[in-house]
């Protein structure tokens, strides 16, 4: 059975060409016409159901919305009876004379490019959106409703300042629409976008103000990018960038950029200082006229290897300054690379340590005289009466004292023609075992070449350990050097009366 609404829309749009159909409370389809039958193929069920997955919430707030007597237009992406899903400009209004709503489709040619321009939008990965001349918001895309927390019914239509942007920026948002308005140009601008919940979300607006032809402005528009995180990025690597900007122009040693090819792309001032060129005067100069010609083949293998990071992190060598003076310096090497592990430059550290490799190399010229001296001294051989010598041992005698001491003595005998040597064990802190054998074979060996050794400075105490260790020296002992220089000056003197 058919009712009066039915009957009602049926009598005006049966012989209609364009589809329409007849919508009972909630968007439920009770009739269409022939028109809407073969074009749409469905004259029942929700017409939502006809719609896209991705417009069937707008279509149901269009629905929703309609008041008594007023008519709506909209655009929705309808499925057809040959199951394309097409665009199409809705109509839809409050029958006068009851709660059924009526909607009259027509396929229009632009819809369809308005429909993927809608979707393109929806999906891009920026902001977008569309304000009215009173700043109401006509469009928002998906990212930034998702963004935002809100659905597309929940702002359109509504002022966007006060929902959207801080109290503290309408000023700042009010300047820029304005310069757009008078310039007719896009602006660039940053400003905080509220969330549902109040967070405030740092973005990055590229907008522009369309004018109508008296010149007012119809509609502005805003693409913006979310900038929160990439702006802290920036800022910290502007903050790291500074700070070593000023640890390098500041810095209390030499320091050397360099591309891989040996050449200079940046030079402190202490570098300036040690080298005697300005930092224009070495930019894009090579390295090679800091060093004296001698030594290049090994300061180029050096830096091969710096580039192969296989070596010549460290190194000191002679270098020349701009005046012709040759430095000693010393550098230290790091190979510079990029996030493919490519080797991109090499940062050099330089310190001049040309006093102090003088400093090293003349104390290390005196330790080494300091050396023969200690060594000379620890075999002293005096030659105290003619035909006598004296051979004082002091400290610890170990093998190769024992060894040198007897070097010395054996050369004096032989160079002096000596009749008596004196073996003065005064100064020998301990007698043990080892001791005494290097006595006894200095003593046997000085025998030898026909000198007779006495040995003085035999302590008690020493005399003791000699015994306990039955050890046999071979000679006359003395108590005393004294007592031993007398006997041997008596014998040379008997000797030489004979």
Known sequence: MVDKRTESFLSAWSACPDPACALAEGGRIICANAAWETLIGRARGAIVDLASPDNREELARHIRHLDAGRAVSFEAHLSTARGEARAFSLRAWHAADGPVLIAVARSEADI?????????????????VVLDAKGDVLDMNRTMLEATGYTRDEVTGRAYMPMFVP???????????EEEVRTGQHQVSENHVLTRDGQKILVEWHGKTLLDAQGKPEYAYGVGFEVGERQRMRRALLRSEQRLALNFHQAPIGMIEWTTDFRVTDWNPVAERVFGYSRDEMLGRPGDILVPEPIRPMIMDIWTNILATTGGQHSINENITKDGRVIMCEWHNAPLVDEAGEVVGVASLIADVTERHRAETELRERERAQAVTIEQLSAPV???WE??????????????????????????????????TIVDLTGVTAMDAATAAHITNMVRAA????????????RPAMARSLVELDATLGVETFGTL?????RAIEASVARRRR
């Open 112 to 128: 369809e490019g308005a429909w993927r321009s809608q979707r393109i939008l929806d999906g891009a990965p920026t902001y977008v």
């Open 382 to 384: 005096i030659d105290v």
């Open 387 to 420: 035909g006598i010598l004296a051979l004082p041992v002091i400290g610890a005698v170990d093998e190769a004292r024992a060894a040198r001491m007897t070097e010395s003595l054996l050369l004096a005998i032989v160079q002096g023609g000596a009749a008596f």
């Open 447 to 458: 025998g030898l070449l026909g000198t007779r050794c006495l040995i003085s400075g035999i």
């Open 482 to 486: 004294r007592a031993a220089l007398r």
């Open 167 to 177: 109290a503290d920026e309408h000023g700042k948002l009010v300047a820029v629409l």
